[in-house]
């Protein structure tokens, strides 16, 4: 891409971005001491300017090689800002840097260089952990609890096995289900490496392949597998299982954050977030993203070939320096607010990069796994 037809790119959408803010009447807030108080949440105000530049501009930014997503964030000085993910192995990473304006129609434009947004299913090698002495990836005995290395029975192909986390308890109609991730339980669509796909009835196990020698023989049958077949097609990446009776504690506790609210709450910039999962165990972060467009590559199977790449859109991003909040097989984790008793649901943690992690509004996936099993789903909590 020449630079010069980059420019001419992003001073299209600038000026188009304005002529929109005159006719809509929109003003933004120039100055940090101006934002008003209360949570920065997509209701708010400010957050509401980005966004309306943030619509205008995302479907030609995403068109860019190397422009990986885009998101509401906070500068260093705590304003809101339009944040532009970018490729920093991309051959026109300079290009974009150099082509983006300070601001778009008053707002701020902030570059964060990152890997390659990616689905965090997990192969070996790769221990997991938590605090005070407490493992995500032994077998325990039953009835278990969640946050622990868990997967699809059969996730076994190409010479390697693959897994993630049983992340949460819900409950449908009064049956309960443990969701995670639509990759970490049914991605397996090609019958090519194992000469297998992922059905409705196959066993979920705890705990997963990846942390029993690929041998399921070592592992228990938890769950029975209930497609739901959330991707490609729609913009939440989960999945839910059946619970066999006796093997999952009812309470729903997770390791290490132990029952939480049966309620779920939006989430808002800057907001302290904990996950227990099967690889970073017990890990806290804060929310530096709302209504993120971000691009996601799949698999066909374990350590298969492309199967899609999927753009999702309203995500919600959480700073994840050195991947320390979140990694690979850690995918199907449930984020929570980082309080101590009764956390309620932020989201359903599903990618992410070296920099960032990725999660689904837990309302909305909930909105999809009740609509396909036909009734309401709930977190199974107090």
Not at 48 to 67: H, N, R
Not at 237 to 244: E, G, L, P
Not at 340 to 351: D, E, I, K, Q, S
């Amino acid at each position: 891409m020449k630079f010069m037809k980059f420019t001419n790119m992003i001073r299209k959408l600038s000026r188009a971005a304005l002529a929109v803010a005159a006719c809509l009447g929109i003003q933004v807030i120039a100055q940090a001491g101006d934002v008003p108080a209360g949570l920065l949440t997509t209701d708010h105000p400010n957050v509401k300017a980005v966004i309306a530049v943030q619509k205008d501009v995302t479907p030609e930014m995403m068109k860019l090689p190397g422009v990986l997503g885009t998101a509401v964030g906070l500068d260093d000085a705590g304003q809101t800002t339009l944040v532009i993910y970018v490729d920093r192995d991309a051959p026109t990473k300079d290009e974009i840097v150099r082509g983006l304006p300070a601001e778009l129609r008053g707002v701020g434009v902030q570059v964060k260089l990152t890997d390659k947004f990616r689905a965090f299913r997990g192969k070996p090698p790769g221990a997991g952990g938590g605090g005070g002495g407490v493992s995500h990836t032994a077998m325990q005995t039953p009835p278990i609890q969640l946050g622990t290395s868990g997967g699809w029975r059969k996730d076994l192909a190409n010479g390697y096995c693959c897994g993630g986390t049983l992340g949460s308890l819900i409950q449908v109609n009064g049956v309960q289900y443990i969701l995670s991730n639509y990759h970490v339980f049914e991605s397996d669509i090609v019958s090519g490496g194992n000469n297998t796909v992922a059905t409705t009835g196959d066993n979920i196990i705890q705990p997963g392949l990846i942390d029993v020698g690929c041998n399921a023989a070592n592992a228990q049958n938890v769950a029975t597998l209930v497609k739901l077949s959330s991707l490609p097609g729609n913009n939440v990446d989960c999945s839910a299982a059946q619970v066999i009776s006796g093997m999952v504690s009812t309470s729903g506790a997770i390791l290490e954050i132990g029952t939480i609210s049966s309620s779920t709450v939006g989430a808002s910039l800057n907001q302290a977030v904990k996950k227990s999962g099967r690889t970073t165990g017990l890990s806290s972060s804060k929310v530096s993203g709302l209504n993120a467009t971000i691009s996601v590559a799949y698999e066909n199977e374990c350590a298969g070939g492309a199967a899609f790449t999927k753009t999702f859109t309203g995500q919600i991003v959480i700073a994840n320096s050195k991947s320390q909040f979140l990694n690979a097989g850690d995918s199907g984790s449930l984020m929570v607010e980082n309080v101590t008793t009764n956390p309620r649901a932020v989201g359903l943690l599903y990618a992410g990069s070296s920099t960032s992690a990725i999660a689904n509004p837990i309302n909305e996936v909930l909105t999809f796994v009740g609509g396909k099993l036909g009734g309401t789903a709930t977190m199974v909590g107090n």
